[in-house]
Nanobody, 125 residues
Framework: QVQIVESGGGLVQPGGSLRLSCAVS????????IAWFRQAPGKEREGVSC????????YYADSVKGRFTISRNNAKNTVYLQINNLKPEDTAAYYC??????????????????WGQGTHVTVSS
């Protein structure tokens, strides 16, 4: 059975950093591309980054380019999201999702087959 578990969220001051983890089971990272989404209170869920299953290509939303870095460890079946220079507007629940796209994988919510339960990030002084 498929399972996706996010971790690493917490309360961070503006300018700080966090590394989120997304541990998957029931499939491998060369079978599914993995994306990170976030959802702030009262807002729609938005895709922020993904890493493709085929060659590990990475994609980012314009709003996070330069501050977010996605990576993966295939041996651990885990995807990471390094977030630097955190801003209050980064406050959200962060979700990991899986889809079968081979390359570009930062698509709309409905394209994803599996979702985790999310981890919360709060950026506040």
């Amino acid at each position: 059975q498929v399972q996706i578990v996010e971790s690493g969220g917490g309360l961070v001051q503006p300018g700080g950093s966090l590394r989120l983890s997304c541990a998957v089971s029931g499939f491998t990272l060369d079978e599914y591309s993995i994306a990170w989404f976030r959802q702030a209170p009262g807002k729609e869920r938005e895709g922020v980054s993904c890493i493709s299953r085929m060659d590990g290509s990475t994609y980012y939303a314009d709003s996070v380019k330069g501050r977010f870095t996605i990576s993966r460890n295939n041996a651990k079946n885990t995807v990471y999201l390094q977030i630097n220079n955190l801003k209050p507007e980064d406050t959200a629940a962060y979700y990991c999702a899986a889809q079968r796209a081979s390359y570009y994988c930062l698509g709309p919510v409905y394209e994803y087959d599996y979702w985790g339960q999310g981890t919360h990030v709060t950026v506040s002084s």
